[in-house]
């Protein structure tokens, strides 16, 4: 291995993707950058052919089953340690190369000592407030949006953000901190953060890195103004309050208080009535998902 940072790419039905992702970072080669990683579920193959033909060294994995966003991070962070690469930058196969905005991360991950994880300040638009700088809380449906961002400092400490393009150290893999890859699918970033935190590992924001428009909305109508909420398929909702329930049984109050979790049940159904299609079938998922938490369900639900 030649660099210190391994490049982790999550891959689901997602072919041309992540394809046009290694064009770009091939294109534009980050002097740090050690081993590209590549994790699939269910996966074509296409993805491995077509770096083979053009002469890229991508580690392939192509899993025998579909490991939702949860198993597939909770790989690439496996892989990434054993490839030896001190760092781990996580993308998604809708992220966007940028070789200066990992030159940022790297240099805030640096500036002190035990730093887990480095995000990018994430653009929401055209949802407004437009700017994300992380979560200061473990509360899952509270976000520090804000619409202008702060001048002057380039990072501040955090609680938990999206996994999307996060800079994640490997060494707390060492010390058994590790991604919940039974959650399946959402909330497995705040899994993670809470387990770093408990652990004594910073999260650094880092206001100069930007993450452009990776988050799909839909506009509705409501009260005769026009909103912007999250087009998210109808079984997103039965992970939605299972997952926020694994993680409190895991990790306790200390990680998600009960608060929260009621919190985010009543946000969560008054929504689903106010804002989303087929309203019966997500109000039916998210109540059977919170009875799965309860008694300890976790991995890859009935749905999808």
Not at 67 to 92: D, F, H, I, K, V
Not at 272 to 294: D, P, S, V, W
């Amino acid at each position: 291995m030649t660099g210190s940072v391994a490049i982790a790419i999550s891959a689901f039905r997602s072919d041309a993707q992540v394809i046009a992702l290694l064009e770009a970072l091939h294109a534009e080669p980050h002097p740090e950058a050690g081993p590209v990683i590549v994790v699939d579920s269910l996966g074509s193959g296409e993805i491995a052919t077509t770096a083979s033909a053009r002469g890229w060294v991508v580690h392939y994995e192509n899993a025998d089953t579909n490991l939702g966003s949860a198993g597939n991070l909770a790989r690439r962070m496996e892989l990434a340690a054993q490839a030896g690469a001190e760092w781990c930058l996580c993308m998604n196969h809708d992220a966007n190369w940028d070789a200066d905005r990992l030159t940022a991360m790297l240099s805030l991950a640096r500036s002190r000592a035990r730093v887990g994880a480095v995000y990018p300040v994430l653009d929401h638009s055209p949802r407004e407030p437009r700017w994300e700088e992380g979560r200061r809380r473990f509360t899952p449906y509270v976000s520090t949006r804000v619409s202008t961002l702060p001048a002057g400092d380039t990072g501040a400490e955090v609680l938990w953000s999206s996994s999307n393009s996060a800079l994640y150290a490997t060494r707390p893999l060492a010390e058994g901190i590790a991604v919940m890859g039974d959650l399946w699918m959402g909330y497995e970033d705040l899994g993670y953060g809470i387990a770093l935190h408990r652990g004594g590992w910073a999260q650094l924001v880092c206001r100069a890195a930007i993450l452009g428009r990776v988050f799909d909305y839909g506009s509705r109508r409501i009260l005769g103004r026009e909103v912007q909420v999250p087009e998210k398929p109808v079984w997103y909702a039965y992970y939605n309050l299972r997952n926020l329930i694994l993680i409190r049984r895991r990790y306790g109050a200390r990680g998600i208080p009960l608060s929260s979790i009621f919190g985010k049940l009543l946000h969560s159904s008054f929504r689903i009535m106010l804002f989303e299609k087929n309203k019966a079938t997500r109000l039916h998922m998210l109540y059977l998902g919170a009875i799965a938490g309860l008694i300890g369900r976790s991995g890859k639900g009935p749905w999808p």
